[in-house]
């Protein structure tokens, strides 16, 4: 595709719900990067991708946070179990090769709402 | 720890004036500095990347520079238009390798207005 989508661009839940958050990359990049950005904050760096495995998960705040990309291309973001605490813009990038000169390319973002 | 940090938190200036945003960082070791624009309710877009060898880099009227021994970087934005309202965020990649470890700082909220 033209940019980086993201699926929905809104998702309201309850505490305790589990959801996921979708995100279609630039076709052929190989690397994908979620992000968490509470308001009035910066991005904060949650896990990295190259190709289907997850090179850095050094970003997820605990167990209940998972991410997968089977084939290499789309990626979802489970959250169990949601807390209040999970609310904020959850942004994907994705980047032509992963390496530390790329640029990252973002989507718009999911805004997740626990009430 | 690695931190990014922004001054001012937020400016108003008017239409067709300069203004210069700071950034400093304690991220150990440096890549690469990247400074992003982010409209509301929208993804950061890349405005300027520099690595370690570079003190100035221009992007149209954007240009952002950067002393690696201060470990200061600055953007600049000359003639600034309504469309320049947007948070920039100074992004600071340290370590070697992947692209993942980046710190972002909190972001300078700008309005410009007639």
């Known amino acids: 595709g033209a940019g980086v989508s993201q699926t929905p661009s809104n998702k309201v839940t309850e505490k305790g719900k589990y959801v996921e958050l979708r995100c279609d990359p630039i076709s052929g990049h190989t690397a994908l990067y979620w992000y968490r950005q509470s308001l009035g904050q910066g991005p904060e760096f949650l896990i990295y991708f190259q190709g289907t495995g997850a090179a850095d998960d050094s970003g997820l705040p605990n167990d209940r946070f998972f991410a997968v990309r089977p084939e290499g291309s789309v990626s979802t973001l489970k959250i169990q179990r949601t807390e209040r605490g999970d609310s904020a813009v959850y942004l994907c990038a994705s980047s032509s090769h992963g390496i530390n000169t790329d640029t990252q390319y973002f989507g718009p973002g999911t805004r997740l709402t626990v009430l | ?114």
């Open chain 2, 1 to 114: 720890k690695n931190q990014v940090e922004q001054s001012p938190q937020s400016l108003i200036i008017l239409e067709g004036k300069n203004c210069t945003l700071q950034c400093n960082y304690t991220v150990s070791p440096f890549s690469n500095l990247r400074w992003y624009k982010q409209d509301t309710g929208r993804g950061p877009v890349s405005l300027t990347i520099m690595t370690f060898s570079e003190n100035t880099k221009s992007n149209g009227r954007y240009t952002a520079t950067l002393d690696a021994d201060t470990k200061q970087s600055s953007l600049h934005i000359t003639a600034s238009q309504l469309s320049d309202s947007a948070s920039y965020i100074c992004v600071v990649s340290g370590g070697t390798g992947t692209a993942s470890k980046l710190t972002f700082g909190t972001g300078t909220r700008l309005q410009v207005t007639l």
